[in-house]
């Protein structure tokens, strides 16, 4: 008896402090990753490298302005383009649809979540960079926006849902259409959520790669306008990292840095938006 | 206390006069005077789905006056109540037969959101909006067009006083409607509602969320609100019906059993089922 309570209690302890390595495991990687970047391109942030152009191979210095302002032109196209559809495909999904059609969107959103980056970028080449002729800042920009649709679809409907019923009966109640009731009630009582899962979707979308590697490609130079190929910082890193210069790793490992370090920013942004939201009664 | 609430709890005026006892009131029959009814409910049927909550209910309202609808959970009395202003048409896959009038005019000939400005309604639970106090009072002028000519603030404080508000909220109208208690927030929403200037008051077990003083409060109110609108209240609780209701009507198994005054459903009523019921025997 005694034997088996031993092996029972041995089972447990080991089990227990497998888990909870797992757990420290999960939280460190983020720590490491930070710190590894830290520890390799912090030497290159200067304000050179948030105002300067890149030099030309094998000069030492520069910076990464273009590929910032660039990333920002990006993100910013795909938010003009994503958000709205995004926000009111969600409008539609909690508010207005059909169980099948309903059903048959949400499921899609959900694919189209799961589609591989390099298959919407590839995709994104095909119906705009190949007729359009060039690559493009805007053809970037709409690249992300495919991906940052149903992300915006998914957390807006989530948060719509999650109104009580009796929310929406009180404003039907008084009068109101349903549009009305949406668009005064349910929404600003929604808002603070639906705010967040578009700051996420943003810092999400902020950092893919391959999208922009067909469609917005690089740019060593200020790109001359929206139409024109642009530099982003994932970009960027990538063209860095593998070039055979030591001086290009390090902007590489620094330009990676500020992208994390802008991702980390609107997540936090993204929790304290939301833990500030008012709760409402169920 | 008010002269109203004084006039409220005296059994003669709150229950009726006495003599009106009808020994014929059967289901579905007429409970008072010959009046033309507000709101008048033919032979209705509801179906959730392939479930019927009600069955052929016949019931009609006074004008001004007060009518509770008693009854077991599930009776349908909520149902019932929730045809009288067409939110059931919100649910999905629910069917209505039969036919409501409001005036004599079929309500389904109405624009859904007449219906619901001319009959208006207080949930079970406090649902005030995430808005200011203000904000929520005027919520309904506002949507409905109302607000020309009149200023906002007069009418903020005419409803406000309508709900015996006022003084409890009249330093912190800009405030969220959140920072009232339970029993403000549900004569917040009965303001809300009065700031439409209704015909009819529809409540859903207004008081099922309170505490027993909140209660007392909304029931002095309704006592004031008499003889300015319509009032049909959904209760489980008796008492409240006994204290405030002309007539009261009893549902069981989504039939109306019995509908006459007040006074004669709590001491004499004409059904078996009513006064089982009543006296505690079952539900």
Redesign the interface.
Known sequence: MTGRNTYRNAVNNVMLSLSGVCAVLTVSTLFVILSYLVYNGFSSLNLDFFTQLPKPTGQVGGGMANAILGSAQVVLIASIIGLPIGFFAGIYLAEFGG?TFSMLVRYTADLLNGVPSIVIGIFAWGVLVVPMHHFSALAGGMALSLMLIPITARSTEQFLIEI?R????????????KW?TIA??IV??ARRGIMTGMILGIARISGETAPLLFTALNNEFWSSGLSSPAATLPVMIFTHAVAPYDDWHRQAWAAGLVLLTMVLVANILARTVISRG?S??K | MSPEMARGSSTKTAYGPETTMNPTTTQGAQATGAASPKIRAANVNFYYGSFQALHEVSMEFQENKVTALIGPSGCGKSTFLRNLNRINETLRDTRLEGEITLDGQNIMDFDITEVRRRVGMVFQRPNPFPKSIFDNIIYGPKINGMLKGTSAAEMVEKSLRRAALWDEAKDKLHESAYALSGGQQQRLCIARALAVNPEVLLLDEPCSALDPIATAKIEDLLVTLKGQCTIVIVTHNMQQAARVADTTGFFLMGRLIEHDKTNVIFKNPARRETEDYITGRFG
């Open positions: 169980k009580p009796s929310m929406r009966e009180g404003a039907l109640a008084l009068g109101a259409t009305r005064t009630v600003p009582a008012a409402l009664p």
